[in-house]
């Protein structure tokens, strides 16, 4: 049986987010539950966290929520 993983949904573990956002494990924890971090860890939602955070750095766009 051959399995297809799309890179996008791959589930990114502790160390890789951390590396990624910057953020520790508490901080994130805390964000998901108020819909402003994934609380999953599928690279696709942190990619999309990470875009809305350097919008909102960039140009005043308010991140999405995250449910």
Avoid: C, Y
């Avoid at 520790?24 to 924890?29: A, D, H, I, K, M």
């Amino acid at each position: 049986i051959r399995m297809s993983i799309h890179f996008d949904e791959m589930i990114l573990r502790e160390p890789q987010v951390r590396l990624v956002t910057g953020v520790s494990r508490v901080t994130r924890w805390r964000w998901a539950r108020q819909g402003r971090f994934p609380k999953r860890l599928l690279k696709s939602e942190v990619d999309v966290w990470l875009r809305a955070r350097v919008a909102q750095r960039d140009g005043g766009v308010s991140p999405s929520n995250f449910g």
